[in-house]
């Protein structure tokens, strides 16, 4: 992704929620920012006035996939009749962002299957550069499993959220599903593109997800790293213009669209990957969940289930951030990561101590609120900037990834 040298610019979509009346301040904060232009759904267009929405952007607001497409009379020879004009696949193709705010429980479920039945969802299949949404929805509809699970293969695909927010409804319900304020998303917008030069020529290293140790050839010992983490925090160095490889062990997840992705399955496989990338970095982040011990002597065929006891016997895998900090240049920075069941600060710090990386993220593992799991985290950060380890509240893992990067720019 390069660095737009034009002012940037901004689809701004509008689905049929309730909020879309929204969207003339939300315009009315972007325009001072970037350039926008709008595409409205039909649901949309029954919520919020097209008038008032062309008044705010002082452009003609899209809704037809079909108006302004030329049609190809029957029996044109292949190849002798005008190329098809689809004016607005020309603005889907020159936009830097897709912004779908708000954004409702059936536009997600047609975005996450790929639907192309109208303008909105046709542009998104088209657009090569991120899509974000602001969901704006009843509590219930998005806390009901298919709105979770649409949301979670967006995510996945780097898709950002911003919002829901917790809070009032506009059905007199309390909870999740409020449109985020249109001054945050104007925000995230303008911190978004002031974001994008300042990485740009930099070379990130992220690992992400666990690692697996064979114990024969059809078992592994492993973890519940969901790499969920590792992934948002390379898809925040991509947004900010570095290039990324991804070092990964297994994971369901799909790698952001722009990174190198090296697929590893033991530590001893991620650790030579890292070693090899590592004289090129300027960033080193240590996001994966390794396995500390391998097993010894790996058995060449299935155990069979024969005993009623079976020992392992376990040697300690090489520790992958302590040599990254002993063989790295003063000028390459380096995350690393501290999962922990209990004492969170107490083993977290001494940790730091004994690998004084430039940041140590924290995070709870283990139980209910259990980092790998979840989509949401909180964190703790140790930074050599600060006297003080900083909390990061309750947020999402993409939301997070970006404040640890900008903890890391201080
Ligand atoms: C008054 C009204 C308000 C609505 N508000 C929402 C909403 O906030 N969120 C949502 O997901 N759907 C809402 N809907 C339902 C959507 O408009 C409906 O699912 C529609 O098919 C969405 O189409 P679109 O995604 O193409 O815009 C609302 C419907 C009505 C009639």
């Known amino acids: 992704m390069t660095q737009p040298s034009h002012k940037p610019r901004v689809l701004l979509g509008i689905t049929g929620s309730v909020a879309a009346y929204k969207a003339v301040d939300l315009i009315q904060k972007l325009k001072p920012l970037v350039?926008?232009?709008?595409?409205?759904?039909?649901?949309?267009?029954?919520?919020?006035?097209?008038?008032?929405?062309?008044?705010?952007?002082?452009?003609?607001?899209?809704?037809?996939?079909?108006?302004?497409?030329?049609?190809?009379?029957?029996?044109?020879?292949?190849?002798?009749?005008?190329?098809?004009?689809?004016?607005?696949?020309?603005?889907?193709?020159?936009?830097?962002?897709?912004?779908?705010?708000?954004?409702?429980?059936?536009?997600?479920?047609?975005?996450?299957?790929?639907?192309?039945?109208?303008?909105?969802?046709?542009?998104?299949?088209?657009?090569?550069?991120?899509?974000?949404?602001?969901?704006?929805?009843?509590?219930?509809?998005?806390?009901?499993?298919?709105?979770?699970?649409?949301?979670?293969?967006?995510?996945?695909?780097?898709?950002?959220?911003?919002?829901?927010?917790?809070?009032?409804?506009?059905c007199g319900e309390v909870g999740d599903g409020r449109f985020a304020e249109p001054s945050e998303i104007a925000g995230q917008v303008q911190s978004y593109f002031e974001n994008f030069n300042r990485w740009a020529g930099k070379k990130v290293l992220v690992t992400a997800g666990p690692t697996q140790e064979p114990i024969d050839p059809v078992r592994v010992i492993s973890n519940h790293s969901s790499g969920k983490m590792g992934y948002a925090l390379a898809q925040a160095a991509l947004n900010r213009g570095a290039e990324v490889v991804l070092v990964t062990g297994p994971t369901r997840l799909t790698p952001p669209v722009g990174v190198t992705v090296v697929k590893v399955k033991t530590a001893s496989e991620m650790h030579r990957q890292v070693m090899k990338h590592l004289p090129k970095m300027n960033v080193m982040v240590m996001a994966a969940a390794v396995a500390d011990?391998?097993?010894?002597?790996?058995?060449?065929?299935?155990?069979?289930?024969?005993?009623?006891?079976?020992?392992?016997?376990?040697?300690?895998?090489?520790?992958?951030?302590?040599?990254?900090?002993?063989?790295?240049k003063p000028t390459q920075k380096v995350v690393g990561f501290a999962a922990e069941t209990d004492h969170l600060c107490e083993n977290a710090s001494a940790k730091w101590k004994r690998k004084p990386s430039d940041l140590l993220v924290a995070n709870q593992v283990g139980g209910k609120q259990s980092a790998f799991e979840n989509d949401q985290n909180e964190l703790l950060v140790f930074s050599r900037k600060r006297a003080k380890p900083v909390v990061l509240k309750k947020d999402f893992k993409s939301k997070l990834a970006e404040k640890i990067l900008d903890l890391l720019d201080e």
């Open 35 to 170: 350039e926008v232009k709008v595409v409205l759904t039909d649901a949309g267009s029954k919520l919020v006035p097209l008038k008032a929405l062309e008044k705010a952007s002082g452009s003609p607001v899209w809704t037809s996939l079909f108006k302004g497409s030329t049609p190809i009379a029957p029996g044109t020879p292949s190849g002798s009749h005008p190329l098809a004009v689809v004016p607005h696949i020309e603005y889907a193709k020159s936009a830097d962002l897709v912004l779908i705010a708000p954004t409702t429980a059936d536009f997600l479920a047609k975005l996450s299957v790929g639907m192309a039945d109208d303008l909105l969802s046709t542009l998104c299949l088209y657009a090569t550069c991120p899509i974000w949404v602001a969901p704006a929805m009843n509590v219930k509809m998005w806390n009901h499993p298919a709105v979770v699970q649409n949301a979670a293969t967006l995510r996945s695909r780097g898709v950002r959220f911003l919002g829901p927010e917790s809070g009032h409804l506009a």
């Open 293 to 328: 011990y391998r097993v010894k002597s790996i058995s060449p065929i299935k155990i069979k289930k024969s005993q009623d006891e079976l020992s392992l016997r376990l040697v300690k895998n090489s520790d992958i951030l302590g040599e990254v900090l002993k063989k790295r």
